[in-house]
């Protein structure tokens, strides 16, 4: 007979839950997996989820939850450390199991009253989302919160902890203004390979790096680009490509490699340059592709597979053969 501990409460510390016990009985051999979930991933998550300490979210006093999608990763967990899969596995698996716990199993308290600067920060950052792919002066956002350019400045700052030009130069926002059509898109592969593809979702220009140098094929298209956004998880790849900006140009590190990233001074200083660099990832980025792709009907293209077949899509993707993008489904 097993002891087994539930979550604590809200508060944590000595009001935990009670005790229970785990029985199990039978002649044949068994084998369980015990997944520890650490503290500091916990809080991660549910500040990514919630905006909050993982303290507030109140847990069901069950000791146990008939749960496919628990059982499904947990049992795929227990085949895989028997199989010797590499850390890197199990802790993906955690940040997903902790993601579904909140958003499945856990509850948070009511939210408090909406504040009237909220309300107007909000109005703001509607204003914002709508007209992104517009010239947004400083005294037009602040008319569409009421408010003066002073004062607004002020709430803006306090509510997100950001001033306006910095929240309006985000990554996100600027991949908004590409996939909203209103710019000429070049794309950048190591390969034809995708070419075809790549014109069929809009892209005027293809750029084949094992056939030329990207920065010169940019700097060749209307005198570069004003924007690139790396979305390869190489660091070289992206600094190959930063001479091709044109004056005032960015570059948007989304994807990236352990390697350092060394820098054209000289280019850079002339032609005004900039770097930029986004962790993209998590569950708020996660809401805001969706609502996005479903507003613009972009719809992705993958290909369903079991969480037993994981680690034959992971070495598929080690070697460059594994096609489409990949994802995990429960039945």
């Given at each position: 007979?097993?002891?087994?501990?539930?979550?604590?409460?809200?508060?944590?510390?000595?009001?935990?839950?009670?005790a229970?016990?785990?029985?199990?009985?039978g002649?044949?051999?068994?084998?369980?997996t015990?997944?520890?979930?650490?503290?500091g991933?916990?809080?991660?998550?549910?500040?990514?989820?919630?905006?909050?300490?993982?303290?507030?979210?109140?847990w069901?006093?069950?000791?146990a939850?008939?749960?496919?999608v628990?059982?499904a990763?947990?049992?795929?967990?227990?085949?895989?450390?028997?199989?010797?899969?590499?850390?890197?596995?199990?802790?993906?698996?955690?940040?997903?199991?902790?993601?579904?716990?909140?958003?499945?199993?856990?509850?948070?308290?009511?939210?408090?009253?909406?504040?009237g600067?909220?309300?107007?920060?909000?109005r703001?950052?509607?204003?914002?989302?709508?007209?992104?792919?517009l010239?947004?002066?400083?005294?037009?956002?602040?008319?569409?919160?009421?408010?003066?350019p002073?004062?607004?400045?002020?709430?803006?700052k306090?509510?997100?902890g950001?001033?306006?030009?910095?929240f309006?130069?985000?990554?996100?926002?600027?991949?908004?203004?590409?996939?909203?059509?209103?710019c000429?898109v070049?794309?950048?592969?190591?390969?034809?390979?995708?070419?075809?593809?790549?014109r069929e979702?809009?892209?005027?220009r293809?750029?084949?790096t094992?056939?030329?140098d990207?920065?010169?094929?940019?700097?060749?298209?209307d005198?570069?680009?004003?924007?690139?956004?790396?979305?390869?998880?190489?660091?070289?790849?992206?600094?190959?490509?930063l001479?091709?900006?044109?004056?005032?140009?960015?570059?948007?590190?989304?994807?990236?490699?352990?390697?350092?990233?060394?820098?054209?001074?000289?280019?850079m200083?002339?032609?005004?340059?900039?770097?930029?660099?986004?962790?993209?990832?998590?569950?708020?980025?996660?809401?805001?592709?969706?609502?996005?792709?479903?507003?613009?009907?972009?719809l992705?293209?993958?290909?369903?597979?079991?969480?037993?077949?994981?680690?034959?899509?992971?070495?598929?993707?080690?070697?460059?053969?594994?096609?489409k993008?990949s994802?995990?489904?429960?039945?």
């Amino acid at each position: 007979m097993e002891p087994c501990r539930l979550p604590p409460g809200p508060g944590g510390g000595d009001r935990a839950r009670p005790a229970g016990h785990l029985r199990w009985s039978g002649e044949d051999r068994f084998l369980t997996t015990h997944v520890f979930l650490s503290a500091g991933l916990l809080e991660t998550t549910a500040a990514d989820l919630h905006g909050s300490s993982a303290a507030q979210v109140a847990w069901p006093h069950a000791l146990a939850i008939d749960d496919p999608v628990l059982a499904a990763v947990i049992g795929g967990l227990g085949d895989s450390a028997l199989a010797g899969a590499e850390p890197v596995y199990a802790e993906t698996a955690a940040a997903y199991l902790l993601a579904h716990l909140l958003t499945r199993h856990g509850s948070l308290p009511a939210p408090w009253p909406v504040r009237g600067e909220d309300v107007r920060v909000r109005r703001a950052i509607s204003f914002i989302n709508d007209n992104h792919h517009l010239p947004l002066p400083l005294n037009d956002i602040a008319a569409a919160a009421n408010l003066s350019p002073f004062d607004f400045l002020r709430v803006f700052k306090l509510a997100t902890g950001q001033t306006p030009h910095r929240f309006l130069n985000r990554p996100e926002v600027l991949v908004k203004i590409i996939t909203c059509g209103v710019c000429r898109v070049a794309v950048i592969s190591r390969s034809n390979r995708r070419e075809t593809a790549a014109r069929e979702m809009g892209a005027e220009r293809f750029v084949a790096t094992d056939d030329s140098d990207p920065a010169e094929a940019l700097r060749a298209w209307d005198g570069g680009a004003d924007l690139i956004l790396n979305a390869s998880p190489s660091t070289s790849a992206a600094a190959a490509t930063l001479t091709g900006l044109a004056p005032d140009g960015t570059l948007v590190l989304c994807g990236y490699g352990s390697e350092p990233l060394s820098l054209p001074t000289e280019s850079m200083a002339l032609n005004r340059l900039h770097v930029m660099a986004n962790p993209s990832g998590s569950p708020h980025d996660t809401r805001d592709t969706l609502a996005f792709s479903t507003a613009h009907g972009i719809l992705p293209e993958f290909t369903p597979i079991g969480l037993r077949d994981a680690n034959a899509v992971l070495d598929a993707m080690a070697k460059g053969d594994s096609g489409k993008r990949s994802v995990i489904t429960f039945d």
